[in-house]
Each structure stands twice: as structure tokens, then as C-alpha cells.
């Protein structure tokens, strides 16, 4: 119950919607390839990962030592609980690794650009509990101190989903009359799903007589997973494979970028180097992200429950030491009243709508916001994975071959965050959780970034007149 930010796409603030990102600016924006700087950019490798929650805290001890196992956790020790919150707040967990690998975009000419991408990516949420009942079970359930009280479930669901990306992305400029100029992008995605599970308690009500007697009232339980899962080999890794569970998927983006004047200069320096890339002062972007899924089938033991029962006792539904999830679910099972569900279900990509504005100040420094909201985080269906959404600000400083970043981002919990990214020629590395995470004792989420690109560092000669050379 206690499940330790979503953020599924290949993203460091303010660096991702720069003019600078090339191929790392198309997962965000496939529209941003086009009049990128680069006439060519190869990511070599990159990774993202992040992890967070609402509820659960972890001193720098536990994050920098971790003990052997979960259970080796020590609770007011290696962890913390926000047991005091508002007993009707909702808490939430959610992870995310995007591993971008070997990808390219190449720019034909000033005006069109195309891309091919390949990622591997994990996302998974959970939550929906509001604070008591989250205390009622993380509090050495059964606790004898908690009984006697009713306690209701309204929707409360986890999910995540394993999967392979190939993306091919196509993008141009519509119009460019010197001061005004719109791009437009399309990434068409193959998708093949590697695993996926969820689970989903609606509508449930229940007491808790004594330790060992409980009463539920209603409620009823959803839930599957892939096929794959039931013969998990390790390590993890050996269950990666291509083309299995075929899923399609889709972005698309627009951007606008207005000019203050014409400067009359177009095309590549020494066949190379776009000088006119960031000549905007304002610049606006619009994307839908992630549209798509995968179907995958079930494992035939899969069953949805009613779980209304007249007594059970608690100690049978908590998990045992030693017991799989897969062995405890089928325990499980036998206690409560099988419901018909489909052999098979769609677990949809975590689709989102992104929204992007960026201010030149003077060709080096800029100040960045992105926003980016969830667009399937539903209570109707079960069988999905979806973003935090999260709203950031990033002022930074762009050169040629160096750039610094320091978002500062709050997401639709209430959680603040400050964090700092570097580019250094064909490297970047960055976490949009560093410098808030070293003023906190405690921390609740974490996340990092690193990739390693092969970008042409030597970019001829600079034109007299044009900004973006000067620097």
C-alpha cells in the first residue's frame, strides 16, 4: 500500500524545449526538429529516471545506504509516514525510467527535418487511498487500536506498464515570412509491450471488528497482467524482447516563433550549423503526447472479485513472508466471489498535453515554462498508466557548446521542486529535484537525467550579424 514523479517522457527542464536540444527535443515536441540548430544529432545513449510519492519519506541514511530488503526497513528509522495529513487527502506513488538509445535526426534543409527514435520505457502509479485508510494498513495492520470504524474505498488503482519505441518523426516549417514562423512535427510510433499489470478497488466499505474478525461491505476488486509475467525470468532485463504485444502510438506539435526583424540570412554554416535557430524572441509550443496503447493478454488465472464478505479475518488477506504476489493474488482469490472479465486488456500510454513558452532575453539567456497535464488519469479505467501533472520554470543560459539550467517545478500535489541541469558540448546531466532535495532532511521523490549525444562541435565560420554566433 505504501508505493513509493510520473514524468514518462525523455525531459530535463528547460533544456528539453531549447534550440539547443535537437534529437532530445523531439520526445517533447516532434515540431522542434525542424530549424533546429543542428543539421545533424545522434544521441549515442540517455536515461531518465524518477520516483516519488505523497506519503512516504526516506532520511539521506536510507537513500545513500540502503539495507539488503524492503523489509529490513526500519519504520521512524529508515522511513517516515505522513500519517498526520488530512485523513481525506488522497495519497499517490509514482515511478518512470525512459532510456533513450541509439537515435538520430537529421535536418534535409532549413525547412524540414526527420528523426528516428528508439526508447525503452517503464511507467507505473498508484494511489487513490485518502490518509486513514492508507494509516489503516500501513500501521502494523491489523492494528487491534483501529477497529470499530468504518472506512471506505472510492477508487483506488495501480498500474505499470514495460515497453519498447520506435518512433519516426517527420517535421517542417509551414510558414516563415521573416518575422513569424510555424512549425509543425509528427511522430508516428511503433510500440511493443513487454509487461503490464493493474489493479483497481472500487466502491469498497469495510470495518474492522477485532484483529481477527472484519466485515466488508461492498466493493469489488479488478485486476490483470500480461502472460509474460507468470514465467518472469531474472535478472529483469532477460524478459526484454522486440515485437511482442504490438501497440501503435502517436505525438504531435506545433510550433510559433516571432522575430523582432528580418536579418535576411537562411541555411547552414560549412553545411553544419543552422545560425537563425534561436534569432525568435518569443516562442510558443503545443504538443499532444503518447497517444496510443497496447493490448496485451491476459494471464488466464486473472479474476475480478466481489468483495463483499460478512467476515474475514484480516490476517488472511495480509501478505506472508516469503510468498509471491502471484501465489498471494491466487490466495487471495479463494476468500471472495469471481466476477467475468475479458481475456485481454488495452494498457494506454500516459498521454498528455503539452504546453511550452520560451523568452529570449539576449541570445544567451532565456527563461523557459512548460506545462504538462495528464490526459487519462480517469477513475473508468484500470488498465492505464498517466502522468503527474506539472507545471516548471526555467531560467538558463545557452552557448554553443555549454548551457546551464535550474528548473524550479510544482506538480498538481502541491509539491515544490528546484533542480539544475548542465550541457557540456556532447554531454548533459541534471536532475530537476537536485537543489531542493539538499535542503530537505527528508525526502519524498527523486529523478536524474543523463545523455550523451554526438553533435558537430566545430561549426565553421561565424556571419557577421547574426546573434547566435557571437557566442
Known amino acids: 500500500m505504501c508505493t513509493i514523479k510520473a514524468q514518462a ?62 523489509e529490513q526497513l526500519d519504520r521512524g528509522k529508515d522511513y517516515f509516514l505522513d500519517s498526520a495529513a488530512n485523513p481525506l487527502k ?37 494511489g487513490g487511498l485518502t490518509t486513514d485508510v492508507t494509516n489503516f494498513f500501513a500501521y502494523s495492520f491489523p492494528n487491534p487500536n483501529l477497529t470499530n470504524r468504518r472506512y471506505d474505498i472510492e477508487n483506488a488503482q495501480g498500474g505499470f506498464n514495460w515497453w519498447n519505441e520506435f518512433g519516426a518523426t517527420y517535421a517542417r516549417v509551414i510558414r516563415d515570412d521573416g518575422i513569424h514562423r510555424l512549425k509543425g512535427g509528427v511522430t508516428l510510433k511503433l510500440l511493443s509491450g513487454i509487461a503490464a499489470g493493474y489493479a483497481q478497488v472500487e466502491d469498497a466499505s469495510f470495518i474492522m471488528r477485532s484483529a481477527t474478525d472484519a466485515q466488508i461491505n461492498s466493493g469489488t ?37 516571432w522575430r523582432e526583424e528580418v536579418d535576411g540570412l537562411t541555411g547552414y554554416d560549412n553545411d553544419q550549423w543552422n545560425p537563425e535557430a534561436d534569432d525568435y524572441k518569443l516562442r510558443l509550443g503545443v504538443s499532444l503526447l503518447d497517444l496510443g496503447g497496447i493490448t496485451y493478454k491476459k494471464m488466464p488465472s486473472n479474476k475480478d472479485l466481489a468483495l463483499a464478505t460478512e467476515s474475514i479475518n484480516p490476517n488472511e488477506i495480509k501478505h506472508r513472508r516469503g510468498e509471491g504476489w502471484q501465489q498471494y493474488y491466487r490466495r487471495i482469490s479463494t476468500y471472495f466471489t469471481e466476477i467475468p472479465s475479458d481475456d485481454k486488456f488495452r494498457m494506454n500510454t500516459p498521454a498528455s498535453l503539452n504546453l511550452m513558452a520560451d523568452y529570449n532575453i539576449d541570445g544567451r539567456f532565456f527563461v523557459n515554462f512548460n506545462g504538462n497535464l495528464a490526459m487519462n488519469a480517469g477513475r473508468y479505467d484500470p488498465s492505464k498508466t498517466y502522468r503527474i501533472s506539472q507545471f516548471q520554470l526555467t531560467p538558463r543560459y545557452d552557448s554553443r557548446n555549454i548551457g546551464g539550467y535550474v528548473p524550479i517545478s510544482v506538480n498538481t500535489k502541491g509539491q515544490l521542486d528546484m533542480g539544475v541541469g548542465l550541457r557540456a558540448g556532447p554531454l548533459v546531466i541534471g536532475s530537476s529535484t537536485l537543489l531542493s532535495n539538499l535542503f530537505q532532511k527528508d525526502k519524498k521523490r527523486m529523478d536524474g537525467f543523463l545523455a550523451l549525444r554526438v553533435v558537430p562541435i566545430r561549426f565553421g565560420k561565424s556571419r557577421l550579424g547574426c546573434p547566435a554566433t557571437n557566442f
Open 90 to 126: 488522497k495519497q499517490y506513488g509514482w515511478g518512470s525510467v525512459d532510456l533513450m538509445m541509439p537515435s538520430v535526426l537529421y535536418s534535409i534543409d532549413e525547412l524540414q527535418s526527420i528523426a528516428f527514435t528508439w526508447r525503452i520505457r517503464a511507467n507505473g502509479n498508484a
Open 221 to 257: 476488486l479488478k485486476m490483470g497482467y500480461s502472460e509474460g509475467i507468470n514465467n518472469w525470468e531474472k535478472p529483469t532485463l532477460s524478459n526484454y524482447s522486440l515485437f511482442k504485444n504490438i501497440g501503435f502510438g502517436m505525438d504531435l506539435g506545433v510550433i510559433y516563433e
Open 9 to 70: 517522457q525523455f525531459n530535463l527542464g528547460g533544456y528539453s524545449n531549447s534550440h539547443y536540444a535537437g534529437i532530445h527535443g523531439v520526445p517533447m515536441n516532434p515540431a522542434s526538429a525542424a530549424g533546429t540548430h543542428y543539421k545533424w544529432d545522434v544521441n549515442i545513449g540517455g536515461i531518465q529516471g524518477t520516483i516519488g510519492n505523497t506519503y512516504v519519506s526516506f532520511p539521506r541514511k536510507t537513500i545513500f545506504h540502503p539495507p539488503d530488503s524492503l
